[in-house]
């Protein structure tokens, strides 16, 4: 059974929702952090995708005060990513209570930098998120598109080392239009095997048990999450 990941996106310490990725497409969901996340282990879910917005436009971790708080109040098992860029960033993430870190454009354009990275703090530490549009990988939060293939890019990703993938479909971001089931299909049968975690366009429990069926291992909520369309109660099932 697939795993439910709720997702906190972080800007100004507040609890929002970006649509396709645009920050002039921001609703704040919640001052309070915290709190949002304190529901979600209420409610028996025992992972959090956390991201920092603020630290991915700036390129620095940037809300490690919020994860802090986050570690301190619950005992989510959290991923934390957003503007890690080097040694340090992860460092700071784990010292602030991240059980994981989950990193897009810093690996995807440095292949030693991965590998340094999953020698030094070990693959179960690291999540990669390769995240494409029009099956092309795009980096600098979203904002700078590849000529890579989504599936050479995950093809490289594996063959390094990396044993968790998560892959968003940009157009279906914040959308509640949907999750990217012909992506997830077209990667799942190109690697069968891996730990595959879909994000994007979720917006009811039809869209869970689809990405579920097709082989994905974990998937991110949000927007649908807050905005009531999936009720926390009924993620019982999915909280392993």
């Known amino acids: 059974m697939i795993r439910v990941i709720p997702a906190i996106d972080i800007i100004d310490g507040k609890c929002v929702r ?7 497409q921001k609703v704040v969901y919640n001052e309070n952090p915290v709190e949002v996340a304190m529901k979600f282990e209420g409610a028996g ?3 959090l995708h956390m991201v920092d917005l603020d630290g991915a436009k700036q390129g620095k971790v940037i809300n490690f005060k919020v994860l802090e708080k986050v570690a301190a109040k ?5 991923d934390f990513g957003g503007g890690i860029k080097i040694d340090e960033d992860i460092k700071i993430a784990m010292s602030s ?6 990193t ?9 930098l991965l590998k340094e990275w999953l020698k030094a703090f070990g693959a179960d530490k690291i999540i990669v998120a390769a995240d494409a549009r029009n099956e092309k990988v795009a980096v600098s939060g979203w904002l700078e598109e590849t000529s890579l293939s989504i599936f ?11 044993k968790q993938v998560m892959c968003t479909d940009i157009s279906k971001d914040g959308s509640l239009a949907g999750p990217a089931k ?23 429990l039809n869209d869970i048990d689809d990405v579920n069926e097709l082989g994905c291992k974990e998937v991110i909520v949000g927007k649908a999450l807050y905005e009531g369309r999936i009720k926390l109660h009924q993620l019982t099932r999915f909280t392993l």
């Open 18 to 24: 970006l649509a396709y990725g645009d920050f002039n």
């Open 45 to 47: 879910i025992t992972r």
């Open 74 to 78: 619950t005992n989510l098992v959290i």
């Open 97 to 102: 209570g991240a059980a994981m870190i989950s």
């Open 104 to 112: 897009g454009s810093a690996v995807i354009k440095n292949d030693e």
């Open 152 to 162: 050479d890019c995950i093809k490289s990703l594996l063959a390094d080392g990396v």
């Open 182 to 204: 012909e992506l997830y299909k077209n990667i799942l049968e190109k690697f069968p095997n891996m730990h595959l975690i879909a994000s994007g366009g979720i917006s009811c």
